[in-house]
């Protein structure tokens, strides 16, 4: 018997988020991260829409919400030329607590059911790593270092350092969640593709305790300076943490930066320096055989648009469903196979995103002028000319709900082909809809509840909408005769109905849409093998 059923390899958000998830599903696993404990780092700052409605499914919103930025400071963004002057360019977004308001009131399917929360990685790794431990399924091992693989048709055995020690942990699968360097990716040979080393900047934390309340010029969360230096500064979740990013030549550059943009006298620490380099790339590759690989691994994404951990958290549940599927001896062999075709074009997707934001934010950059403080005619036409650009470009990285709710898995061999036209891919804009390999949009029922919390994440899910009841046996004896978990949902009301354009919906423990139609599916035991992986591909 093998160790466990699934090692992890890295316990970032992604590697965290994939055991609390199989561990909820009952999936025994082994979690090892080379450190010792998480680190107090910024990294990734913001969990996106989608990927709050996957932790609200995971039980895990209101802990994350409680832990992040305070829900009433809106995430508004500031271009300036410090933080005493006033602004170039004010973008307002609503706050938490003003997005869940509109949420609330919005019945057409246009909103996620979850806004996005402002949260650090430092803040958001502790959560899920205690999370982790809580669990009797998943065993969680720091300070553990991941040396190599071996793979068979049985299984497979993962090489860890423990102290002077080295251990074999055999699983049934392998998950490497181990970063932009992966070992795990190296050793399968795949290689990244796209843009490398597209601009080096240094990243600075400081703590400054009394800065959030005396900035003058309005409360947000991004600060982008226009300067020779491409400053950027993020109010951190604490709102006593900030961190900047910039381009200087050494690291002991990064206090005058941080001064130069702050322009006020304040008493701060700086905790850390490091850089960092921008990239735009996706691997060849997303599994070989009983490994896989998610999250950084497989994709670098500039941060701008907040899309590279939230895509991670992505792959993490598409890959989670389908393990414990196939783990608990009812996923077909298209099951798994299945992973890479579906995520790996949304990394393809997501880095695109990156892409068209990132540009946008370069293309204002370039605006700059030394002249631009002065208090000249030539300085005024510099700040006018840089603002105008700014006012079109800089939306680019801060409004990309399509990205964030609008993807969809076409062409996966999960998806059952529908005759109607796709859903326009548009990064910025989200229109909901129901065709098949979209995520199911969120719909308000008659009595307040939302749909989206009525189906189960362990099992298929027949949606019948509108009144419509047709006899679901055919399909239900399908689905029982593959042992795969199937409920039938009556949603009352039309409002739902409405929104999701048909009477009939078969939905995935993951939300996105199998199937849909007005009339029960004439082959049944063909839609049941579709979505449990047992069709022919």
Known sequence: MPDTDVVIIGAGPVGLTLAVDL?????????????????????????????????????????????????????????????????????????VAEAQGIIAGTHDGSQPLEPYQLISQYTLEPLLKSVAETLPRVDVRYGCEYLSFEQDAAGVTAFAKHGAETKAITARYLVGC??????????????????????????????????????????????????????FLIVQDSTKHFTLHAVVDQDSDMAAAFEQAVAMPVKYEMLYVGTWRQNLMVADRYQSGRVFLA????????????????????????????????????????????????????????VGASRFASLGRR????????????????????????????????????????????????????????????????????????????????????????????????????????????????????????????????LPGYEPRDVYGRDLILVRPDLHVVWRGNAMPAEPERLAMIATGHAAT
């Open 23 to 95: 561990g909820r599903r009952g999936i025994n696993c082994i979690l090892i991260e080379r450190k010792a404990a998480p680190q107090f780092l910024p990294k990734m700052e913001r969990c996106n829409a989608r990927t709050m409605e996957i932790y609200r499914r995971m039980g895990l919103a209101d802990r994350i919400r409680a832990a992040g930025f305070p829900r009433d400071v809106p995430m508004d963004v500031f271009i300036v030329t410090s933080l005493v002057e006033p602004p170039l360019l004010h973008l307002k977004y609503p706050s």
């Open 295 to 350: 999250g950084d691994a497989v994709h670098l994404m500039i941060p701008t648009g907040g899309l590279g951990m939230n895509s991670g958290v992505g792959d993490a549940i598409d890959l989670s469903w389908k393990l414990a599927a196939t783990l608990q001896g009812w996923g077909g062999p298209a099951l798994l196979a299945s992973y890479e075709a579906e995520r790996r074009p949304v990394g393809l997707r997501n």
């Open 178 to 231: 181990d970063g932009g360097g992966s070992l795990v990716r190296k050793q399968l040979g795949f290689q990244l593709e796209g843009e490398a080393n597209i601009l080096q900047l240094r990243q600075a934390l400081y703590r400054c305790d009394d800065l959030f309340e005396r900035i003058p010029i309005g409360k947000g969360r991004h600060y982008h300076v226009a300067d020779n230096h491409a400053g």
């Open 363 to 490: 293309k204002w950059r370039a605006a700059w002028r030394p002249e631009l403080r002065d208090d000249t005619p030539e300085g005024a036409a510099a700040r006018a000319n840089l603002t105008t650009i700014a006012s079109v470009e800089q939306r680019k990285g801060n409004e990309m709900i399509g990205a964030e709710l609008g993807y969809f898995y076409a062409g996966s061999p999960l998806i059952c082909p529908d005759e109607g036209a796709p859903p326009e891919d548009d990064i910025t804009r989200y229109a909901p809809s129901t065709f098949p390999g979209v995520r199911l949009p969120h719909a308000w029922l008659p009595d307040g509840g939302a749909v989206q919390d009525r189906i189960a994440d362990d099992r298929f899910s027949l949606l019948r909408l509108g009144g419509a009841r047709p006899d679901p046996a055919p399909l239900a004896d399908a689905f029982a005769r593959h042992g795969a978990p199937f409920a039938v949902s009556d």
